[in-house]
């Protein structure tokens, strides 16, 4: 039971207190640039939920049963990002062959997932965390990915809504979206403190 | 970027003012966000990543003619991550206080979306000089935004800069200037600012 209470404390603690986008500042390029429409948000944080999942498990396992073991801590980044772009191939390929309109959509936005700080920056938040148990190392990947949609999908609808407002026009783009991003945040922070 | 031979005088231009990485191309966000609490560890963030940025452009520039074209991004990563590796080692042994301060966001430069845009966009299609002066004119440009914006976090939110204290007696800090918000919200304002600026020249 207290493995199960603890797990669950990880997961919603990465989705809603220590979320990734909110407190970490990772993942921002996608999160500004494929915020624009509802389904392509949820579509990317998808995407990312899936890579994110992949690379999160497989950098701990090659961590602990590779690198730490030889002593070969010095790699570790290297490992990381081969790690991380070929979990990105997989996903493109995937898709190419299964949903080619979502294909078609992403553009250029799937292979930057590669480049998608989130994925990297939670590998190495696992490993700074001293996460010691793959179960909660998996739950901490996926709860991250399902965090990063929650924040991109909350985001894209407020951003629908705001195309019909009337903005400054020097405001108008990144620097509305910027702002829009800082009051959500203030809106995350009532959850900080709540879990450990 | 259209036009394949730039000089190193466009490259200077380009780094201080046209191009600037976080105002004016929207890259490398993360780390600007998440450095600029204080002064000295975005100085320090500013100049891992203008070491990066200058040695992965030499090295790009130099095997620019044996890359495949589907494999350039991984090579690009790769050698980033190289350097990336020597820049958190160097700090780890050098500055561990401050190499504990920035944590992860060191090697998260590896995927600081600036470097590899300048690989691809400069580095990738020009020689050694023009891609190493890109390379430190384009660190120098990120070097001085996040300073900039550093200045005003640190100023609102503790009333000093560098650990020197500036503000008045009675000066209230904004302590929300620490936090994310701060941060999400004095960045929006300042690219609205340069927008704004850009718009009444032309």
């Known amino acids: 039971m207290d493995k199960v209470y603890i797990l669950l404390m990880a997961f919603i603690s990465i989705v809603i207190v220590n979320n990734l986008v909110f407190t970490k500042f990772l993942g921002i390029c996608p999160y500004l640039g494929v915020s624009g429409r509802l389904d392509m948000a949820f579509g990317m944080g998808m995407a990312v939920t899936f890579v994110i999942t992949l690379a999160g498990t497989l950098t701990w396992l090659i961590d602990n049963m590779i690198l730490m073991p030889h002593g070969l801590e010095v790699t570790r980044y290297v490992c990381y990002i081969l790690v991380i772009a070929g979990a990105v191939q997989l996903v493109e390929m995937y898709l190419r062959k299964f949903f080619p309109p979502l294909y078609e959509s992403f553009g250029i936005f799937l292979p930057l997932i590669t480049t998608n700080c989130a994925i990297l ?4 938040f696992i490993n700074l965390w001293g996460i010691d148990s793959f179960a909660e190392a998996a739950v901490l990947s996926f709860g991250a990915g399902v965090g990063f949609t929650l924040a991109i999908c909350i985001m894209a609808g407020i951003r629908e809504q705001l195309s019909f407002s009337d903005v400054p026009e020097c405001l108008c783009g990144a620097p509305i979206t910027l702002i829009t991003a800082g009051i959500l945040t203030l809106a995350f922070m009532g959850f900080a403190g709540m879990i450990k | 970027m259209a ?3 730039m000089t190193a005088l466009d490259a200077v231009k380009g780094g201080l003012w046209t191009e600037v990485p976080v105002l004016r191309l929207i890259l490398g966000m993360c780390p600007t966000l998440a450095v600029t609490a204080a002064v000295k560890p975005a100085l320090t963030m500013g100049l891992s990543v203008l070491f990066v940025l200058v040695c992965s452009n030499i090295v790009v520039s130099l095997m620019r003619n044996l890359l495949k074209p ?3 991004i991984l090579m690009f990563t790769l050698t980033i991550a190289t350097f990336v590796t020597i820049a958190d080692l160097f700090l780890r042994a ?3 206080q401050m190499s504990e301060v920035l944590g992860p966001y060191v090697p998260l430069i590896i995927v600081n979306c ?5 690989a691809e966009a400069c580095a990738s299609k020009n020689g050694i000089f023009v891609s190493a002066v890109d390379g430190i004119f384009m660190g120098i440009g990120f070097t001085i935004v996040l300073c900039i914006l550093a200045s005003i976090r640190e100023v609102l939110a503790v009333g000093t800069i560098c ?3 500036v503000m008045w007696e009675s000066f209230v800090p904004w302590a929300a200037m620490r936090m994310p918000v701060g941060a999400f919200i004095t960045l929006g304002l300042m ?3 340069v927008n704004f600026l850009t718009a009444k020249k032309s």
Not at chain 2, 114 to 118: D, K, L
């Open chain 2, 94 to 96: 050098f500055t561990p």
């Open chain 2, 70 to 72: 589907h494999l350039r």
């Open chain 2, 3 to 5: 036009n394949n031979t």
């Open chain 1, 121 to 124: 920056g939670l590998c190495l």
């Open chain 2, 114 to 118: 600036i470097i590899i845009a300048r």
């Open chain 2, 191 to 193: 690219l609205g600012f």
């Open chain 2, 163 to 165: 650990d020197i204290p």
